[in-house]
């Protein structure tokens, strides 16, 4: 029950909004609802970064609670790994969104 | 009678006064001024964990803020600029006596630093690509039809 509310309190882009275009963090609450659903498909195609960067907060919070030896390593590669999904899952949409328009 | 005085005089050394103790306790030393210990010296007697070291100030902050500054809509040269402002702050506070600090926290420092720096690159290039669609096609299309049909 409490999943199903979530989608009603979804915050909408700003970014998108305003130009038209979409935002790097686009996708991310739709993906978000869309895995707590169970539809993991759905989840990576709206944010193929959802899931690794919850497993990079995970990988924090459990840093932060444990302080592992490499922790702050892990975390800078998970992130880092995170940040390049975004960054080519952006531009795929973006060219995407140019080609269907034309 | 006449010996006591009506009120608590704060210099005076025989009087204990509540106030003036955990003044005393919890100042922190003036920045610069005892060498051999860190800005935050006071919290060194109360840290239970890593034997009397401390953490390096807002180092988790400075780490979340950079694992943040990727995703927000736009934010991330905004975000990680603040991680990276913040870094050095708390770089110059570390460097005054590392020995005082946690190596844990001066990993997540360091660990927030990169982050920011990657969130900032890649936000930036986001942001340039926004610049060159808004202004180059945008004005482009603006002459041929209306910008809301994209």
């Known amino acids: ?102 | 009678m006449q010996n006591q005085p009506p009120y608590n005089d704060p210099n005076n050394p025989q009087n204990p006064n509540p106030y003036n103790q955990q003044y005393n306790q919890n100042q922190p030393p003036p920045y610069g001024g005892g060498q051999n210990q860190p800005p935050y010296g006071g919290q060194m007697q109360n840290n239970p964990y890593g034997g009397g070291q401390v953490d390096v100030p807002n180092a988790t902050v400075i780490l979340v803020l950079g694992i943040v500054s990727i995703v927000i809509c736009g934010l991330g040269p905004i975000l990680g600029t603040i991680a990276l402002v913040m870094y050095s702050g708390a770089k110059k506070i570390y460097e005054q006596n590392p020995g005082a600090y946690t190596q844990s926290s001066f990993n997540n420092l360091n660990a927030g630093r990169i982050c920011g720096i990657i969130g900032l690159i890649l936000g930036s290039l986001i942001w340039l690509y926004y610049i060159v669609v808004l202004v180059i096609f945008g004005t482009m299309m603006g002459s041929v039809s209306t910008w809301d049909r994209y």
């Not at chain 1, 996708?27 to 989840?43: C, I, K, T």
């Not at chain 1, 709206?46 to 919850?54: D, E, S």
């Not at chain 1, 940040?83 to 140019?98: H, L, P, Q, R, W």
């Open chain 1, 1 to 102: 029950m409490l999943l199903f509310s979530i989608s009603d309190y979804l915050l909408p882009c700003p970014v998108k909004q305003l130009t038209g275009l979409e935002c790097p963090g686009c996708g991310f609450q739709r993906s978000f609802v869309a895995l707590m659903r169970g539809d993991l498909a759905d989840s990576l195609h709206l944010y193929p970064a959802l899931i690794p960067f919850l497993f990079t907060w995970i990988l924090l919070l459990l840093h932060l609670k444990f302080k592992f030896r490499n922790g702050a390593k892990w975390i800078t590669y998970s992130f880092a790994a995170t940040a390049v999904i975004v960054f080519v899952n952006f531009m795929i949409k973006m060219v995407f969104n140019f080609h269907t328009h034309h």
